[in-house]
């Protein structure tokens, strides 16, 4: 059980363009959705979390503008990085968490996307 | 201002041996420490946490060790195998499954 996916698992894209990345939890709801991105050989780095229904909290130094953060459904969350660049390309990895808080502590991390922008 | 100070950066062990990596925490007010385990290419796998209520937390040759009053937890990996050979990491939290912060990572090398 618990198990988070993403989709795609890589994308290229061309500078300027906007690239959707996926993250669902499969089999249970996810109240909350934290994205992070991960730079190589690096720790992982909050960029903003999600709860459904409402607008993500970002994390300071993150534009809000540029990632677009939706979590309409329970088991659904997007990120979009509109016209990316270059210094965007990262792992961009995507965790759930169900229950309210203190109860289900647990954050399930999904796969990650490697997005790379030419 | 690093929340979270993880060491050591890396560390190479012999199969069978004890791997111990540690990190130290300033925020008294965290509640919830975790070890991620994460392979080149992969998402962070929980492996164990534990809560300021108890010194230490054992699963099968994972074991978290706890020490309130110097703000400081270790994660030990007993009988290594070269299975374990990744990037571990800590993390922090508080009230209970929010956003959690990590330490800086320690690769892991077991050689045979």
């Known amino acids: 059980g618990a198990v988070v996916s993403q989709h795609p698992s890589w994308v290229i894209c061309k500078s300027g363009t906007s690239v959707k990345i996926e993250c669902r939890s499969l089999?249970?709801?996810?109240?909350?959705m934290f994205w992070y991105r991960q730079f190589p050989k690096q720790s992982l780095m909050l960029m903003a979390t999600?709860?459904?229904?409402?607008?993500?909290?970002?994390e300071q130094g993150v534009e809000k503008d540029k990632f677009l953060i939706n979590h309409a459904s329970l088991t659904l969350s997007t990120l979009t990085v509109t016209s990316a660049h270059p210094e965007d390309s990262s792992f961009y990895i995507c965790?759930?968490?169900?229950?309210?808080?203190?109860?289900?502590?647990?954050?399930?991390f999904g796969p990650g996307t490697r997005l790379t922008v030419l | 201002q690093q929340q979270v100070k993880q060491s050591p950066q890396s560390l190479i062990v012999q199969k069978g041996g004890i791997s111990i990596i540690n990190c130290a925490y300033e925020?008294?007010?965290?509640?919830?420490f975790p070890w991620y385990q994460q392979f080149p290419g992969k998402g962070p796998a929980l492996l164990i946490a534990?809560?300021?209520?108890?010194s230490e937390k054992k699963e099968g040759r994972f074991t978290i060790s706890f020490n309130k009053s110097a703000k400081q937890f270790s994660l030990h990996i007993m009988d290594s195998q070269p299975g374990d050979s990744a990037t571990y990491f800590c993390?922090?939290?508080?009230?209970?499954?929010?956003?959690?912060?990590f330490g800086t990572g320690t690769q892991l090398k077991v050689e045979l």
């Open positions: 999600s709860n459904e229904g409402s607008k993500a909290t970002y």
């Open positions: 965790s759930a968490r169900s229950g309210r808080a203190g109860v289900g502590d647990t954050q399930y």
């Open positions: 993390a922090v939290s508080t009230g209970g499954g929010n956003k959690l912060t």
């Open positions: 534990i809560r300021p209520d108890v």
């Open positions: 089999d249970f709801q996810a109240t909350t």
């Open positions: 925020n008294t007010a965290f509640d919830y």
